[in-house]
């Protein structure tokens, strides 16, 4: 610190905030309590409790939930956390619709809906951020009808997204598209946007195949691929937000004689692998690695001899995948989502048969236990998160 700077101290308004925080957190997670519990596991006085308490109340964010007769002499009001005040609108976008929620502060889903893109012969890209808006326009619209005003959006893609901008999302054909600071236009609410795999490793590790574990990976099949990290209670976003863009790992020495730039080297590769598996009879060639994925294994299953090999060499690449990100981050826990789900039992014995032996301390291999479920649950407990902080921050 310089000579000329002023060391901060903390403000009135800093304590009330922190104060505010202790008490609303304490509800939460431990249910209703008395003010004299409220008292004795924050620490804070009997005069700061009852005048921020009462606050709380008026405001809406704390209700009376009975009385407590556990103590002798008179009872005292139970307080309870309102979760169901105010809402948070969750939206996943896939390359076809886009998907969206309405849920409390206390993560109950309360209403749901789904807007299918149209595409008739405009710009695709533009055509799903149309589409993306109508969808929100929809959740805020429908919020009084639940109850619960929106007191916030967030949305989970499949694309680098640094600070609500979308650097680059070749199945959404957006590149540079500042999506939040436009959804932030469109509806007056603060807008939180993430990777559709740091979203779906973030559902997973608060209420899925993840809980309880000190590190996560999920490794997401979908349009392409790419992987979400969550390490003891956080993401990690890396430089740039880039951090999982596994589809990028390089293969062999014989990818440094070309150059990638829409797809990496192993999405490319796999990509070509499933080819033949891609659906192309309606007007709009399919050409995610997800779809082809199952048809593959569709075709394994009744006894195709070409899928079958087809199938070995998927399961050597994302093996590959697999032991890459786990020498260098080592998680306790990497969870198969996206189109792994169909097969999900068989993906991890194929997975964990290429590991063992061949890295140090091979991490568990899981089943997503959200689903396609995942990401709109990550991003809306985010979202929920975000909400949370402006409340107890008022």
Not at 335 to 353: C, E, I, N, T
Not at 355 to 382: E, K, N, V
């Amino acid at each position: 610190m310089s000579v000329s700077e002023t060391p901060r101290t903390a403000t009135t308004r800093d304590v009330t905030e922190i104060n505010r925080t202790a008490i609303l957190d304490l509800l939460r997670t431990a249910g209703p309590a008395s003010r004299r519990e409220i008292r004795e596991r924050t620490g804070l006085g009997s005069a700061t409790v009852e005048r921020l308490t009462q606050a709380l109340i008026e405001d809406g964010h704390v209700e009376i939930a009975g009385l407590d007769r556990s103590s002798p002499g008179r009872p005292s009001s139970l307080l309870r956390y309102v979760s169901g005040r105010r809402a948070i609108a969750a939206i996943d976008i896939t390359e076809s619709n886009a998907r969206g929620r309405i849920v409390d502060l206390g993560g109950t889903v309360l209403h749901e809906i789904n807007e299918p893109f149209v595409f008739d012969g405009a710009d695709p890209g533009t055509a799903r951020l149309d589409g993306l808006l109508r969808l929100a326009d929809r959740l805020v619209a429908d919020a009084p009808a639940v109850g619960a005003p929106v007191a916030g959006i967030g949305i989970a893609l499949p694309g680098i997204t640094d600070e609500g901008h979308v650097t680059k999302a070749s199945e959404l054909e957006w590149r540079d598209v500042p999506v939040a600071d436009i959804l932030r236009e469109r509806t007056g609410l603060p807008v939180l946007a993430e990777n559709d795999a740091n979203a779906t490793v973030y559902g997973e590790y608060l209420h899925g195949a993840a809980r309880g574990e000190e590190s996560a990976i999920a490794l997401v099949l979908g349009t392409g691929i790419g992987a979400g990290i969550a390490s003891e209670g956080r993401l990690h976003r890396g430089f740039r937000s880039a951090a999982g863009e596994v589809g990028y790992l390089l293969t062999s020495s014989a990818s440094f004689s070309r150059y990638f730039t829409e797809h990496g080297d192993t999405e490319n590769t796999i990509a070509t692998e499933l080819a033949p598996w891609v659906d192309r009879a309606g007007s709009h060639v399919d050409r995610r690695i997800g779809p082809a994925f199952r048809r593959m294994m569709a075709a394994v299953e009744a006894g195709d001899k070409a899928a079958a090999t087809t199938r070995d060499e998927f399961f050597d690449h994302i093996g590959l995948v697999c032991a890459a990100i786990s020498v260098v981050i080592a998680p306790s826990v990497i969870v198969l989502a996206g189109a792994f789900a169909q097969y999900s039992a068989l993906s991890v014995d194929q997975l964990s048969r290429r590991l063992i032996g061949r890295i140090p301390s091979p991490p568990r291999l899981a089943a997503s236990a959200l689903r396609f479920d995942a990401a709109i649950t990550g991003i809306s407990a985010l979202a929920i998160e975000r909400a949370r902080e402006a409340t107890y921050l008022v």
